[in-house]
């Protein structure tokens, strides 16, 4: 019986996703260059990060070709209750390696790439924007702490050029350098 209710879950998660637009992704993401430490800039706010500030994300490459995820937030307030977690990612799209597959622990194993690459700074690899297919989430990063409001407002054109649905973004606090 479980079985054939995950059969189902898959299958209609599949033609959801073939039916729904998918958001274009970057064309080309060095990995290497992808690897180390994001902060959250802004977010959707969905279950797994309601609450949370002072949130990152930690990248490290490992020797299989897959990445190790440590996301990390603090709830309510910068001193508050550390929370963290760590998953592993794996590209979904040799070509661009603008599509990866993360899992964590306890969350479906979903049969398609979950975090799509849809803006980077390609030139010095400072922000990147991620997302779903079906833009659930939507995560804003920098490699520091604050971004200027330049940088944020260009961003914020470049996901509207995409037709990405930015209105449920929530500016996440960082702490000041």
Known sequence: MKTLFR?????????????????????????PRYM?????ISANEVSFNEGLVGVTAEY??????????????YQDTL????????????IWDEETNSKLKVV??????????NYLIVVLDEVDY??????????????????TPQMSDNTYA???????????DTSDLILTPQAVD
């Not at 059969?7 to 990995?31: G, M, N, Q, R």
């Not at 306890?106 to 049969?111: E, F, H, V």
């Open 7 to 31: 059969t189902a879950v898959l299958c209609t998660a599949a033609l959801l996703l073939s039916a729904c637009k998918i958001v274009e992704t970057v064309p080309f993401v060095d990995i």
């Open 36 to 40: 180390g430490l994001w902060y959250q």
């Open 60 to 73: 490290t490459l490992l020797e299989d070709g897959s990445v190790e995820v440590l996301n990390k937030g």
């Open 79 to 90: 001193d508050g209750e550390l929370n963290q977690i760590t998953g592993n990612a794996t």
């Open 104 to 113: 964590f622990p306890g969350a479906p194993d979903l049969p398609y790439p």
């Open 126 to 143: 400072q922000y990147a924007v991620v997302t779903d297919p079906f833009e659930y989430t939507l995560f804003v990063l920098s490699r």
């Open 154 to 164: 260009m961003i914020l054109g470049e996901l509207e050029t995409l037709g990405v």
